[in-house]
């Protein structure tokens, strides 16, 4: 899947609107009682970025990068403003081998809990404790490694060898995402001055 590691206009993410959405079957019987199944077992999230559009640079960025990305074609960043930061959260123990650890963030709400994948932290945000230590990324053996396309944080040798240490990590974080339309459909009001009702976006599953 083509993926360019660039993001979205953050001036125009700002104002986008949008979020999670979940797809559910409901069947409701004749004397009104529903049957609800779920068919995604996570959130999708989708996003209308034409109304993050301020004005004439705006759209000069959005065509380009819209054109850049071929309509459908290529995947990219995306800030979504409203959910975009890890809190210090625990992403796993170690047990004296494993060394690969997924970046998640948890949800939690009335004895629920739903965990996400974060598979696009930002550069230069990612941090990771270890035992309650913070550790510092590099090379070396107690230090770890974090790769910025798949979101998995890898301790070095000195991390990974003591068992029962919780590792947590925090950063910020992108939305895997690709434009869900190859037209670009301008109404034109007045000279040099245009708007689009509908330029959606729809996040990747990575």
């Known amino acids: 899947m083509a993926f360019d590691d660039v993001r979205f206009p953050d001036r125009i993410a700002l104002g986008a609107e949008g979020g999670p959405t979940f797809a559910t079957v409901i069947t409701t019987s004749t004397g009104g009682h529903e049957q609800r199944q779920a ?28 054109i850049a990305r071929r ?23 170690t047990d004296g081998a494993q060394a690969a650890f997924q970046i998640t963030k948890l949800y939690s709400s009335g004895g629920e809990q739903v965990v996400r994948r974060i598979t696009r932290p930002v550069a230069g945000t990612v941090r990771c404790w270890v035992g309650g230590t913070e550790r510092s990324l590099g090379p070396g053996s107690a230090q770890f490694a974090v790769n910025l396309a798949t979101g998995v944080i890898t301790l070095g040798a000195a991390l990974r060898a ?30 040099d001055i245009g708007e689009w009702s509908s330029i959606p976006v729809v996040e990747l599953r990575e």
């Open 71 to 93: 309509g459908q074609l290529r995947g990219f960043r995306f800030k979504d403003w409203s959910d975009y930061q890890l809190p210090r959260q625990a992403i796993g123990v």
């Open 162 to 191: 003591p068992a029962d240490q919780v590792v947590e990590a925090s950063c910020e974080f992108d939305v895997p995402a690709r434009f869900d339309t190859d037209a670009l459909s301008l109404t034109l009001r007045i000279h």
């Open 39 to 66: 068919n995604w077992a996570e959130a999708r999230r989708r996003y209308n970025v034409a109304t993050g559009l301020k004005g004439r640079a705006d759209v000069e960025a959005l065509l380009a990068f819209y």
